[in-house]
């Protein structure tokens, strides 16, 4: 691939924003993004009574109809346009403090409140009257594209090739086809995007099932991808600055002068902090107003959001650390999966076996259960932010994070395997 002159080396105009890239200081960035926080706190703190009236007369409400509810009144939904209207007004704020970002750092990309608005219009449909799947699937890939048209997550496939294949990462692994150039890096990347967002966002939709669990979860992962995102500051050399600028533009195109998101993920991280945080105190047992779908949709997008971004260069396996971050959600729903699958149930089907239903089982109480996934969160938090870390350090090769997240994926599947056999035993002798 030819590279543009003004990203080759010794260009004195690559040279300065390498160089301010990579001598910024994360606690700059950090204190001038910290209104961000403090306004979604608020913002969301304060208008979350609101939309829980506004619910409430519409009767847009969550009966326990059903036994694996664990609420025993009527309770509204709504929560999550508190946390949109968080995240929204502290996200616009975030414009206006570019300027005191280092030279090279991107604005927060507009396709990431687009697809924001997509995932909330169809998670709300869904709250308001329940709506067919193909319409939530529409939405989250709306969500998706945007990000595709934004350069976030583009380049993570080219990080997984790079390590299982050797392929440069630098160079775009292109087909000839009927005399078409068809960019396979780019094609696998679009598609891991698509495969995140619809995973992120159900996975996060099936923890929400008691008061304060996603919430406080969400709460967990930001903090955890704000140390990942924070350490990574500094950290991105002249090579990664090259690598990013070759996926944003076209060969022989102006190269973009603005190239890191390093600091959209410290502003995304602080607004998710703050929206969640906000909203927890009404949401926390017993809960006075829920998420619904449009709430939990929405957390799981924005956290799949960040994690993308930590792979801008190309570092795979500093998604991977940061969806080690993000265990809690991915656990669940892969022993939903496994279980379900070796019991011969639709995969589909409502019960009350999640991790939270049997936590709660054991401890007695709401409150015990989702503490006690605060505590398993913070856990995998540390891990997943350590791994990275210690790779930035280069104290440990980027080959242990993949290993890390393989037998966390083999472990859980074990455990749901054997959950399903029981479960299947007991169905059977009954």
């Known amino acids: 691939m030819n590279v543009p002159e003004a990203t080759q080396p010794g260009n004195e105009v690559f040279e300065l924003i390498s160089s301010s890239i990579k001598t910024a200081n994360w606690t700059d960035v950090l204190l001038s993004s910290l209104p961000v926080l403090v ?18 007369s519409m009767n847009i409400v969550d009966t326990p109809s059903e036994s694996r509810k664990v609420h025993s009144k009527a309770v509204p939904y709504f929560g999550g ?25 991107r604005e ?51 990080g997984l090739l790079d390590w299982l294949f050797g392929i440069d990462q630098i160079a775009p692994w292109s087909l000839q086809v009927a005399g078409f150039s068809l960019n396979l890096t780019e094609l696998i990347g679009g598609i891991i995007i698509g495969i995140f967002v619809l995973g992120g966002c159900n996975a996060t939709n ?28 500094g950290h991105i050399d002249s090579i990664d600055v090259h690598r990013i600028q070759a ?33 927890l105190p009404h949401n926390f047992n017993p809960a006075t107003i829920f998420l619904g779908d449009c709430g939990s949709l929405l957390l799981g997008y924005m956290c799949i ?47 009350d076996k999640h991790l939270h239903h049997i936590l709660k089982r054991r401890v007695g109480s709401v409150r015990g259960a989702v503490l006690s996934i605060y505590g398993i969160g913070i856990m995998f938090a ?13 104290i440990i090769p980027a080959t242990i994070i993949y290993v890390a997240f393989i037998l966390i994926v083999l472990i859980v599947t074990m455990i749901g395997y054997g959950i399903g056999r029981a479960a299947r035993a007991g169905a059977i002798s009954k």
């Open 206 to 233: 099936l923890i929400d099932g008691l008061d304060g669990l996603l919430s406080g979860v969400v709460a967990v992962i930001a903090i955890g991808l704000l140390v990942l995102s924070l350490v990574l500051i």
């Open 108 to 158: 927060l990309p507009i396709m990431i409140l687009v697809g924001m608005i997509a995932i909330c219009f169809t998670g709300l449909l869904d709250d308001v009257k329940q709506c067919d799947s193909w319409i939530k699937v529409s939405g989250m890939l709306v969500a998706a594209a945007g990000l595709a048209m934004s350069n976030v997550g583009t380049r993570v496939a080219a």
């Open 247 to 279: 996926s944003m533009s076209p060969p022989g195109s102006q190269p973009q002068m603005d190239v890191t998101l390093g600091g959209v993920r410290v502003v995304l991280c602080l607004a998710l902090l703050g929206s969640v945080l906000g909203f």
């Open 39 to 56: 306004v979604a706190f608020f913002v969301t703190l304060l208008v979350t009574p609101l939309f829980r009236r506004l619910a409430i």
């Open 382 to 394: 540390i891990l997943g932010a350590g791994l990275g870390i210690l790779w930035l350090k280069e």
């Open 305 to 351: 959001v960040i994690i993308l971004m930590l792979g801008e260069a190309g570092q795979t396996h500093l998604v991977l650390a940061g969806l080690i971050i993000f265990s809690i959600p991915i656990i669940d729903t892969l022993l939903a999966i496994v279980r379900r699958y070796v019991q011969g149930v639709p995969l589909w089907n409502p019960d």
């Open 81 to 105: 346009l508190a946390i949109a209207t968080g995240l929204l007004v502290s996200l616009l704020l975030s414009y206006p403090l570019v300027e005191q970002w280092p030279l090279g750092y």
